[in-house]
């Protein structure tokens, strides 16, 4: 090659019209988009404390089986609302002597999406894992309908946490 030739500068821009993606520093992060964009973005990427993937392990496997048992916790609510109240009437006073209060909707709510998520847990399934989103979304609903807001967001925000971070356990 002489010295005086000078070789063209190669630009692949002919070839790969994408530019580049940038790296992701703190001043070009990309804000999310939706409700659960945002709690991924908060609760699993920007938290303070991952769990451990032991403790995910455990939290997907056991984690069925403890929402079976709160479910049949739930269970002589239930019955009351529906007017099998005679077997619990010491055991569901407030149910039975208000009848269909925003309680005993919440509850049947959160019992019903309960239900729904226990076939897609033990299957591992994303659909067991929303129906779960849903249910502690109605939970917050019920306590800040019946004026428990404090508790209401300190429960869902500790629920969403550890269900946001075991997201990635289901398909």
Do not use: C
């Not at 580049?20 to 070009?28: A, E, I, Q, Y």
């Not at 089986?65 to 006073?93: D, E, H, K, Q």
Request: without cysteine; charged residues 10%; glycine residues 8%.
């Amino acid at each position: 090659m002489d010295q005086n030739q000078q070789v063209p500068p190669t630009n692949n821009a002919g070839t790969n019209p994408v530019p580049p993606v940038p790296p992701v520093t703190p001043g070009n992060q990309v804000p999310p988009k939706s409700f659960m964009e945002t709690l991924e973005y908060y609760l699993v990427t920007k938290a303070p404390l991952q769990l451990p993937a032991d403790i995910k392990e455990m939290i997907v496997r056991f984690g069925p089986w403890a929402n079976l048992i709160f479910l049949i916790t739930l269970l002589p609510i239930l019955l009351a609302v529906l007017g099998l109240n005679g077997m619990f009437s010491g055991f569901a006073y407030f149910y039975v002597s208000t009848g269909w209060t925003l309680h005993s909707i919440v509850s049947v709510a959160t019992l019903v999406l309960g239900a729904m998520a226990i076939p897609g847990l033990f299957a591992r399934k994303m659909s067991g894992w929303n129906f779960l989103f849903y249910e502690i979304v109605v939970s917050l609903v019920g306590a800040i309908a019946y004026g428990n807001v404090f508790g209401g967001i300190l429960s869902f925000i500790i629920g969403a946490y550890v269900l946001f971070q075991v997201k990635s356990y289901y398909h």
